[in-house]
């Protein structure tokens, strides 16, 4: 009997067979890893890094996505205080709490004032709810308007024409909110209506003191004066609505149909995340028209350049002024409106203080009194956050305003789109 066949008999292997399995362990042994685990060959490194890199193209859109739905909030809130400030030098720090009074306008609208359902048992009226949910957007911006008006001719208007007897109306009001709202009756309106009793009483009280302050101070526009205004302003609002909202956080509920669509590579955008950037800028485009082709704009844009020359001219500079506020206010009121209705946040009294400062920061990174500053300025600090969110720096991400804000002070005062700040003489 052959060998050959002996090892076929047996169930050995020949030899090729034989160095075929020495060859199999030599390989073997030549791709073992040197801590004893299997080396990947280079055909599955490929693709692991191939799909590490998809995950972290994903990722990265996704978050690009967010920063500019972010973004486009800030430059809402940031084209408030470009307007102001491009009017009048002002900084007006009150404007981070009306865009939380526009939130809690639509708070109260979407869960007492309309007749919204919750889409979640009435899934059958999500057209509806939409239609209102629109009526809610146009109710916070007037509402929001209202008070930038209010806050322009009650806090910065007396700065620069002295006090009138309708202030001291006005302050009445504001010094006996506290008292109504905290020993009056039982029931919500039973309170209004003892504040609107007292308050008119404190006006007419404080006539005489405000005549008699008007009639010994000096008019000033002084920048220190306005700044320490706008900062009480901004107590006024955020204390006053912790009387009359309360301490205790509130959010809206699900009022309007919220879907996720899924795009290309599995990136994700939901409508909440659509809805706030299409209608951002439906109202950045609407503001553009407004400041170039209207009488009012025109008028703002004189303003802007000389306010003295724009009197001699004829126009009436308190009433550009107020609808210059109108403007701040109406835009941030549309942004708390749709925060409170499609992130479902919490809100409380002191909800704009945060996204206040972040929008000045965008306004200041942007170019202050520029509004394509202030839209670029809002853009950028949104992305800025939403890459440090997503990062394992997440814990500041909210730190991340003050650090540009103090590069962009050391670095470019006037911004990225500013014009040299000169002073007149």
């Avoid at 169930?11 to 685990?37: E, M, W």
């Avoid at 209010?150 to 006090?163: K, M, Q, S, V």
């Avoid at 005549?211 to 101070?217: D, N």
Wanted: glycine share 12%; with cysteine.
């Amino acid at each position: 009997m052959s060998a050959r066949s002996y090892r076929r008999d047996q169930g050995l292997p020949g030899r090729n067979g034989a160095h075929y399995t020495r060859c199999q362990q030599k390989r073997a042994q030549s791709c073992a890893h040197p801590s004893g685990q299997g080396r990947r060959i280079p055909c599955i490194q490929v693709l692991h890094s191939g799909a590490n890199r998809a995950i972290g193209v994903q990722a990265l859109t996704q978050q690009f996505i967010f920063g500019i739905q972010l973004g486009s909030l800030y430059a809402l809130i940031a084209l408030g205080y470009t307007l102001v400030y491009g009017v009048l030098r002002l900084i007006n720090f009150a404007h981070g709490d009306v865009f939380m009074v526009g939130a809690f306008v639509c708070y109260y609208a979407c869960t007492r004032w309309l007749p919204f359902r919750d889409l979640d048992t009435h899934p059958d009226l999500a057209l509806t709810n939409t239609a209102l949910a629109v009526i809610v957007l146009m109710l916070a911006m007037a509402a929001c308007s209202i008070l930038g008006v209010a806050i322009e001719r009650f806090a910065y208007r007396p700065l620069r024409n002295g006090l009138q007897v309708g202030d001291a109306h006005f302050w009445g009001f504001v010094a006996t909110l506290p008292a109504a709202m905290s020993y009056g009756p039982s029931s919500f309106w039973g309170r209004i209506v003892l504040w609107i009793a007292i308050g008119i009483g404190a006006g007419f009280g404080l006539r005489p003191v405000v005549l008699w302050i008007s009639r010994r101070t000096v008019r000033t526009t002084s920048r220190l004066n306005a700044l320490i205004t706008a900062i009480g302003v901004s107590f006024v609002l955020e204390y006053g609505g912790l009387i009359v909202f309360g301490a205790d956080p509130n959010f809206v509920p699900k009022v309007v149909p919220e879907t996720t669509y899924t795009l290309f590579g599995g990136i994700r955008i939901g409508t909440a995340q659509m809805v706030i950037l299409i209608v951002s800028l439906l109202l950045m485009a609407l503001l553009r028209y407004v400041v170039l082709y209207t009488r009012q704009g025109k008028a703002m844009r004189a303003l802007a350049f000389d306010i003295e020359a724009a009197k001699l001219m004829g126009i009436d500079t308190d009433g550009v002024i107020s609808f210059t506020f109108a403007l701040g206010g109406a835009l941030a009121g549309a942004g708390g409106a749709m925060v409170a209705a499609l992130t479902h946040v919490k809100i409380t009294p002191l909800f704009g203080l945060l996204p206040g400062i972040k929008a000045f920061v965008a306004a200041v990174l942007g170019g202050p009194g520029s509004i394509p500053g202030a839209v670029l300025g809002g853009i950028l600090m949104g992305l800025a956050e939403a890459f440090v969110a997503g990062s394992r720096f997440s814990a500041f991400r909210d730190a991340i305003a003050f650090c540009i804000l103090i590069g962009v002070l050391l670095i470019r005062p006037r911004g990225l789109l500013g014009e040299p700040i000169t002073e007149k003489v």
